[in-house]
């Protein structure tokens, strides 16, 4: 195998399940050195950092909540005081709360915010900061394709995804000169433990997505990672500030 990202450094927030997950195993298998970073449930995190090292790849988990601007700070410390060194940081946290406009609280408004876009903001602070060491690196948000499409009851989610868009076009213009990439993957409905839990897999939801994906299927972590690969590589060295929809077709 080609390995794209040989000898670098990248973190992956939220990536002890489902599409962060998928991200951080096909970084590993391209010779990155892979931080997985959880909130909660260590043991995902174990069995990930577990099943890269089996395979001859490295990982480490730390724990922080990305809506904690502390932690946040002590997550990128852990990073350099490990691995020596920053190239790739995906901003893969998201929350989602389904509720329609009468039934939003402002606890689950400001969690949502909080970890989906103010989280992604101080994360990327501190990245660039570390990114200034290197020739550059490659920052790469996710956000959904509701972002663009939103259906009732995701208003905050699509709201703090649309930002996402937004925070993506304005930094490829700031971070450009320094050598920094920003871009935006926009997923739809993947099968994850997340969509397992939220009780999305098998239901007429996912019936729906189905036969509105020209591709005629939902999507696997690894449909999204493949793309994640490609965005932080040397492959797409003259890709800044863009929003890639990888969704089947779905719009």
């Keep these: ?12 927030t939220g990536s002890s399940q489902g599409i962060g997950a998928g991200i951080a195993k096909a970084f590993a298998e391209h010779g990155a050195k892979v ?12 069995r990930l950092v577990q099943e890269i090292t089996e395979k001859g790849g490295k990982a480490i988990k730390i724990q922080a ?4 601007p502390d932690e946040i700070e002590s997550l990128f410390e852990q990073t350099i005081a490990v691995f020596g060194r920053f190239d790739i940081l995906v901003n ?14 402002l606890p ?7 970890a989906n876009l103010i989280g992604t903001i101080l ?7 570390l990114m200034k060491e290197n020739e550059g690196g490659s920052i790469i948000n996710i956000s959904a394709t509701t972002s663009i499409n939103p259906m009732p009851g995701s208003l905050v989610f699509s709201a703090t995804k649309a930002a996402i868009d937004n925070v993506t076009k304005t930094l490829a213009k700031e971070l450009g000169p320094r050598n920094i990439r920003v871009n935006t993957l926009a997923p739809g409905m993947t099968e994850t433990e997340g969509s397992h839990e939220k009780g999305f897999i098998g239901s007429e939801f996912e019936l729906q997505n189905r ?16 793309v994640a690969v490609f965005l932080a590589s040397d492959d797409a ?15």
Aim: no cysteine; charged share 25%.
């Design 1 to 12: 195998m080609d390995k794209k990202l040989n000898n670098k450094v990248a973190l992956v």
């Design 35 to 46: 931080v997985i970073n959880y909130a909660t449930h260590p043991d995902r995190a174990d």
């Design 65 to 68: 909540d990305i809506s904690n």
């Design 92 to 105: 893969n946290v998201g929350i989602l709360e389904f509720e329609m406009l009468e039934n939003v609280s």
């Design 108 to 114: 689950n408004l400001h969690k949502q915010i909080n």
């Design 123 to 129: 994360s990327t602070q501190h990245a660039v900061e």
């Design 211 to 226: 036969k509105n994906t020209p591709l005629g299927r939902i999507a696997k972590p690894d449909d999204i990672a493949k």
């Design 237 to 251: 060295a003259w890709v800044t500030g863009e929003r890639i929809q990888v969704a089947g077709g779905a719009m």
